[in-house]
């Protein structure tokens, strides 16, 4: 098993070396990076050493091996920017017979409606016509499909591994459609009080075919103002791998306190983060859970570290620190868990406030022996 891990470790070090020095889109399916379930996001994006139900799938697929004794499904759905942006996610787990294995289903769907479309604002003599400002909806979809395995190595002491296979669907009006394929890979270690996770996302690279379908009306407008007139092309996205510590601190007899740290690093060059460089790139991510007879929870996070221009410097040169900070709520009735998280998307300066709710649901009840 060691031989193997490390077979598997030495591999993906080599795929991701490889990836570094080639070229490819940055910021490339970002809808993938939002999140899946209000306790996540409550705790700042910090799961993929704790994760441990349905939303497996999207933070890490070797967490899924937790849903035991009775399919369980998870939705959720989130509204951005005063309601333009619109956000869902749902998943399904089965657990199979030997209860070591689960397959996973998920769906992620992120879309902006009513966009105005004014390439025919302007009539040929120059004139601006509103009424031929047309609308339309851009909209991706994410579907991945799981399998997590449970080996155990100790009495008390557990590995889990899990892989995701994902098809990406991005379209933007009549205009333009892609179609992609990628996969993911993820280890949870668990112990009585600790958990370590390690998950590789897009380890084989996840790439967009595009294309393109213009009227030959749309070309000419597209030539007579000088825009460039796109044609089929293709987009990677590069891997990345988040490794992440949780520990959970008994307080009491029915007060647990669990925590969490996740450092997210990606490999496609300097980005705007705690530490970064032309190699290596890591954004950190801390998250915490209070939870009182595992039916009440309240929860905390900071993530998206970032520098920025100081809003209260008028020469626009000094920068400031800026977070992304996240709180929330939930509880549990019999086999169903309520979840509610209030993140701020932006300086906490120039607020964008977003409210999240998700729903799991435990399908059929545990048999009483």
């Not at 060691?2 to 490889?18: A, E, N």
């Not at 769907?109 to 400002?133: C, H, K, M, Q, Y």
Request: glycine share 8%; with cysteine; net charge positive.
């Amino acid at each position: 098993m060691k031989k193997t891990l490390y077979f598997l470790s030495l591999v993906t070090g080599v795929l991701i070396c490889q990836f570094s020095r080639a070229q490819f889109r940055k910021y490339s399916n970002e809808f993938l990076n939002i999140g899946a379930g209000a306790r996540g996001l409550a705790m700042g994006s910090a799961q993929v050493a704790s994760v441990n139900d349905g939303s497996s799938g999207y933070w890490n697929p070797a967490g899924l091996v937790n849903v035991k004794e009775q399919p369980q499904l998870n939705i959720m759905h989130a509204e951005y920017f005063a309601g333009i942006g619109k956000y869902d996610y749902a998943s399904l787990s089965l657990p199979l017979k030997d209860k070591k294995r689960v397959l996973g289903l998920s769906l992620l769907r992120f879309a902006v409606d009513d966009i105005p479309n004014t390439i025919f604002l302007v009539e040929p003599d120059g004139t601006i016509n509103f009424s031929n400002i047309s609308k339309f909806s851009s909209a991706d979809y994410a579907f991945l499909m799981s399998f997590a395995q449970e080996v155990k190595l100790k009495k008390n002491k557990k590995i889990n591994g899990g892989i995701n296979a994902k098809v990406i669907h991005r379209k933007a009006g009549d205009f333009t459609t892609a179609w992609g394929f990628g996969f993911d890979a993820g280890i949870q270690i668990q112990a009585e009080k600790w958990k370590l996770g390690v998950v590789a996302r897009d380890v084989t690279t996840t790439f967009n075919a595009w294309s393109f379908n213009l009227t030959e009306k749309m070309r000419e407008v597209f030539y007579v103002t000088n825009n460039d007139i796109p044609v089929k092309s293709t987009e990677l996205t590069a891997p990345r791998v988040i490794l992440g510590g949780a520990y959970n601190f008994k307080l009491n007899k029915n007060l647990n306190l669990l925590t969490e740290v996740n450092a997210d690093l990606t490999f496609d060059g300097r980005r705007n983060t705690v530490v970064a460089s032309d190699v290596l790139s890591l954004d950190p991510k801390l998250g915490l859970e209070v939870a009182w007879k595992n039916v009440f929870f309240v929860r905390g996070g900071i993530n998206n570290f970032q520098k920025a221009l100081d809003d209260n410097d008028s020469a626009n040169i000094k920068k400031v620190w800026i977070y992304q900070p996240s709180v929330g709520a939930g509880f549990r009735i019999s086999n169903v868990q309520i979840d509610y998280a209030f993140t701020n998307l932006a300086n906490q300066s120039n607020p964008l406030y977003t409210h999240v709710f998700s729903l799991k649901a435990d399908l059929k009840k545990n048999k009483k022996n």
